[in-house]
C-alpha cells in the first residue's frame, strides 16, 4: 500500500476521533477505515475488464470475509460480508445468495443486518453455520455492540419450510458470549465463531478466534442446547508469535478414505485426523495444521514436524486467500472450502470500478493419503462450464521456447497441463534454508531468470506483443540434506509483468509442491477469469491465488502460452485448455 | 503291442493327466494374465466385485492394468446410464400410482425427486467420461479426481428420497444401483493407485 494512502486514512482516523466519540473503544477493525468512501455509491462505469465470468461476486460494491456457508434441502447457501452502499469496507451486513450446483448463484435479501443496539449495531461480522442432528441450521455470528465491543450472537432460520432461507431472526437471550471483566477476553479481539462439532457427552463445541498479547488462540465454548455457552478454561490451541486468529475452524479428516467427515459427530477413530485452520490477522494468510484431538480432554495436537509458530506452516493458498470458511457437504460427502480473494488494484480504482472483491471458486478438500497435508481443488461442477477442448501431446519444449494455444477465449479459460521428461541429473543444488522462503525465490527470480529445469509452465493473459503477461512455472531442484539427496519442485505465480498499470500490487507468490519428479509427472491446473488466476499443483498439494490487472491483456486481446525458459529441455506429456462459459448470478442484491 | 504303439497309448495318457494348475479356470487360457487381474484387484476396495466384473469382459484376459481400469470405468458408465435410464422410466409410473391412491403432492414431490436423481447419474457418467480421457492420456491424477466425483453423485440423489423421507420411499432397486456404482468407483481408483505408482 503506497505510503500517502497509509497516512490518508490514518488522517481520516483522527479527524474521526478528534470530532469526539465520547468514551466508546475504537473499533478494531482489521480493515483500513476508509469513512469518506464507506457510503459512497457511484455509478459504476460500463466498461468492466476485471469482471469475472464464472466466480462470484455480486454486480457492485465491497465484498469481504466467508460467514456461514452452507448446505440445507439441497440448495446451497453463500453468506459474505457485503457493504451495501460502497465499495469499500464499512456498513458490514450478511449478504445472501443461493445456488443448486456451486456454480449458478441468486442473489437473495441481506440475511443479517447491522440493527440491534446489544448485538450488532455496529457491524454484522463473520461467523458460521452448524446443521444440527434434527437438520435445521442455526448462524452463531459475530456482532459490534453499540458500545462496539465484540459479542457473538445467535441467528435461526424465521421460516424452516422456505427451502431458501430468507429470512433470519435473533432471539433475545443474544448476545449468548461477551467479554467481560471476568472472562478477560479483549473486547477487540474476539469474533468469528466457528461451526459446532458434538462431543461424545453430547455437548456442543465450538472455537471463537482471539489473542493475548501476540499469542493467537481459539477459545473453546460448550453448550448443551447451542444458546447458553460456557467458555472452557483451556483454549482449544494457542501459539505463540503470530498475532491475532481470526475465522479459526475446526474439522475432522478421514485417512485412507477420500470422502469427508461429517463435522458434528466427533470420533476417536484413529483413521479420522483433524485440521486446524486460522487466518493471522497480521499478514492476511489462512494456515492450517492436521492432527489429533482427544475428544475427552478437548486437547488438539498438531502432527509432530507441523510448523505453527511464525509464517512458514502449511497454507491453503500461498496467493491472495483470506477468511476461507469450509463447510461439510452432505448431500456430495465432500467438505466444500470458500475464500475471499480481495483487490491487488487501489482503493481508488476500487472506488471508480464500483465493486472490490471476489471469491475462489469453491473447492474441494481431502487428506492425502500421507495424513500429513491436504489436497485442494476446485469443485468437479465447474467441468459443465467447459467447451471447445484444445489438446496437445507429447510435444517437447526445447530452452527458450513458447507455444500458443490457439482457439480459446484466452481471458476465461480452464486449462491442465503436465510434464515430464527431465533430467534430473542437471538439477541445480538449493540450500535447505530456502525451503522456508519460497515467495522470497520467486520474487527474486521472476520468469525472465533462466534456470536448469525451469522455469516453466504457462503464461497467461498475455498481450500480443509480450509486453504484459503473468507466468505460472515450475522449477526443480535438487537439495543435499543430511540424509539424501532428493529434488524439490518450486512452483511460482509471477505477477510482475501482469500489467503496465504501476499502481497495481505486482508481488509474485511462491510454494513448494510435494511431489517426486523422479516418480511422477508435474501437473498444473490455473483458472484463468480476467482479473484472477487460480493455479492448482500436483493434484492440489500447492494452491496460489492471484489478482492481475492487465491493460492490454483484456478479453479477445489476451492470449494463453506454454513456456520453457530453462536451460534443460522439458516434455508436455499433454495439455488440455478449455474455454470457459460465463456463470449465471442473477436476482437482486 | 509294438513299442510305436506303445509310445502313442504313453503320449495319450500323459495328454489325460491334468497339469498342476495355481487355479481351475475354465474361462481362461494362460496362467499369467489370470494373475494380473487377480493381483490388480487385490490391490482394490472390493475384490470380488472387482474380479467378477472384470472377468466378464472379454477383452480382461489381455488387458494390462491401464486396460482393466478402463474396463471398470466403462462397466460404472453403464451402471449410471442404465440407473439414469430407470429412474426416467419411472416418472410415468409415479403419476399413475400417486393418482390411484389420491395423493397429488406426493407424485408432484416423487418426479421432481426422480428427475434430480436422473441428472445425478448423467453427471456420474459425465465425470466418469472424463475419467477415461484421462486414463487415455496417463494423466492419472484427474482421472481420479473425476471418479472421486462420480462416486459422490449417487449419494446427492439418496439425499435428495431423505429430504422427504416422510412421503417418499427410497426405492430399494435405486439403493442396490447406488451401492454398485459406489463400489464401481472405489474399485476404479484402487486400480488407478497401481497407476500412479508404476507410471515411472
Partial sequence: MAISTLNFSLLITIVILLLGQGGVHKIEASHEVYKGYQSLETIPPKFQPYRTGFHFQPPRNWINALAGPMVYKGIYHLFYQYNPNGSVWGNIVWAHATSKDLVNWELQPVALSAAEPNMDINGAWSGSATILPDGKPVILYTGVDSQNQQVQNVAVPKNLSDPYLIEWTKPPQNPIMSPTIQNQINSSSFRDPSTGWLGPDNVWRVVVGSKIGKQGVAILYKSKDFVNWVKDKKPLHSAHGNGMWECPAFYPVSVGNRNSVDTSKSSNDLNVKYVLKVSLDDIKHDYYTVGSYNYHTDVYTPNRGSIQNGFSGLRYDYGKFYASKSFYDGEMNRRVLWGWVNESSSVADDVKKGWSGVMAVPRRVWLDKSGKQLHINPVQEFVKLRMNPVSLRNHVLQPSSLLKVHNITAAQADVEIAFEGLDLSKAEVIDPSWISKPQVLCNQNDSSVRGSLGPFGLKVLASKGMEEYTSVFFRVFKMNTQNNKQHVVLMCSDQSRSSLDKDVDKSNYGAFVNVNPGHEKLSLRTLIDHSIVESFAAKGKSCITSRVYPKLAIDKAAHLYAFNNGLQSVKISSLNAWSMKSAQITGKQ | ?200
Fill in chain 2, 1 to 200: 503291442m509294438d513299442f510305436a504303439n506303445l509310445f502313442f497309448l504313453l503320449l495319450l495318457l500323459l495328454s489325460l493327466t491334468p497339469f498342476p494348475h495355481r487355479r481351475h479356470h475354465p474361462l481362461t487360457l494362460a496362467g499369467a494374465d489370470t494373475t494380473l487381474i487377480e493381483t490388480t484387484c487385490k490391490t482394490t476396495k472390493h475384490y470380488d466385485l472387482c474380479l467378477s466384473s472384470l472377468k466378464s469382459n472379454t477383452t480382461s484376459s489381455t488387458a494390462d492394468v491401464k486396460g482393466l481400469a478402463l474396463i471398470m470405468i466403462g462397466i460404472g458408465t453403464a451402471n449410471a446410464t442404465s440407473t439414469s435410464s430407470y429412474l426416467t422410466s419411472q416418472l410415468p409410473a409415479a403419476a399413475t400410482t400417486a393418482a390411484k391412491n389420491g395423493s397429488r403432492n406426493a407424485a408432484v414431490l416423487k418426479r421432481a425427486v426422480l428427475k434430480e436423481c436422473a441428472d445425478k447419474y448423467t453427471y456420474a457418467g459425465g465425470a466418469l467420461q472424463g475419467a477415461v480421457d484421462d486414463v487415455g492420456m496417463e494423466e492419472y491424477d484427474y482421472a481420479s479426481m473425476h471418479v472421486m466425483a462420480a462416486a459422490d453423485y449417487p449419494s446427492a440423489c439418496h439425499n435428495a428420497f431423505r429430504r422427504y423421507s416422510g412421503l417418499l420411499v427410497y426405492p430399494p432397486e435405486l439403493g442396490r444401483r447406488e451401492d454398485g456404482l459406489r463400489r464401481i468407483c472405489d474399485v476404479v481408483l484402487g486400480i488407478i493407485d497401481l497407476l500412479i505408482v508404476g507410471n515411472y
